[in-house]
């Protein structure tokens, strides 16, 4: 009994050892596997092959049935938004024509929200003034001139700063100059107004001040340009409102808004000509508004 489990007490050494020189020898650095060897790889990369493709077929309906589901309801939600958009877009045509005929019936040949627009490609950032000013590709010979408000898709970014023959450099609304400051209103049934003065450059908020300390406005409530400071149309949308304070003295309130442009991304912006009447210069008490 006992030479029977001294016997097999060997042959499980002898295995081991055969077993452990068999993971050396393979895991050396040689050229060329021998036949066994490659017998083993390709009867393993054969069964791995064969149990992949169905795992693969059965992971990948799953995961298409997923992406179907979600584009499904991604189609829905964007008929129902095309839906919205036309119905938008009728009443806004009505609007307009019903606007139109207002006007023309009272004899008003102008609004505070008539303007032209010149596309331009921003060309320059200076690294030491980035959030400060751009360079575009437009100038006096593009019909550009100095306080031309500049916008993108997103909303309002800056105004036109200096004016050369070929191209232009614009003040950014990040700029935290003492005269960069936009006459403002928040959109409400009785709008509020204000001045966007100053940025803030840990949260990224600008700010607009001076409004009456009893104005009702509420946070999510839409900021855009009043027209009312002689350089801006009317309606260029600024931001929307994420915080309301009062002023270090309790006299006014002011709000902290969340910008509708990307300061940082800019490739192509969009110069705004005000075509409505602006005061004349030497009766404006102070230029910037």
């Known amino acids: 009994m006992t030479f029977f489990s001294n016997k097999r007490l060997i042959v499980l050494m002898v295995s081991i050892i055969i077993l452990v020189a068999l993971i050396g020898y393979s895991m050396s650095d040689r050229d060329r596997l021998t036949w066994p060897e490659q017998f083993m790889k390709d009867t393993v990369g054969w069964v791995q092959t064969l149990v992949s493709k169905p795992a693969h077929f059965a992971a990948g309906f799953f995961e298409n049935l997923s992406e179907l589901q979600g584009i499904y309801a991604e189609n829905q939600v964007l008929k129902a938004r095309l839906e919205e958009y036309a119905q938008v877009s ?23 929200s008539d303007y032209q627009m010149r596309t331009a490609t921003v060309i320059h950032r200076n690294p030491d003034r ?38 232009s450099k614009v003040q950014l609304l990040t700029d935290n100059d003492r005269t960069n ?14 001045f966007i003065e100053g940025f803030d450059q840990e949260s990224g908020l600008l700010m607009l001040k001076k409004m009456d300390i009893d104005a009702d406005i509420e946070v999510e409530q839409t900021v855009t340009t009043s027209g009312l400071g002689g350089v801006y149309p009317r309606g260029l949308i600024i931001g929307e409102i994420v915080e309301i304070v009062p002023d270090e003295y309790g006299l006014t309130k002011n709000a902290y808004i969340q910008p ?30």
């Open 260 to 289: 509708a442009a990307n300061f940082y991304g800019l490739d192509y912006v969009l110069v705004i000509e005000r075509t409505s009447t602006s005061l004349q210069p030497e009766l404006m008490e102070e230029d910037g508004s």
């Open 181 to 194: 400051r936009v006459s403002a209103m928040v959109q409400a049934d009785d709008p509020v107004y204000g």
């Open 130 to 167: 980035w959030s400060e000013y751009i360079g575009i590709n437009r100038g006096s010979e593009h019909g550009i001139e100095r306080n031309m408000a500049v916008i993108t898709s997103g909303g309002l970014i800056g105004k036109v700063h200096q004016v050369g023959q070929f191209s």
């Open 90 to 112: 009728v009443e806004r045509n009505m609007l307009k024509v019903e606007n139109d005929t207002l006007k023309a019936t009272l004899e008003i040949e102008e609004t505070l």
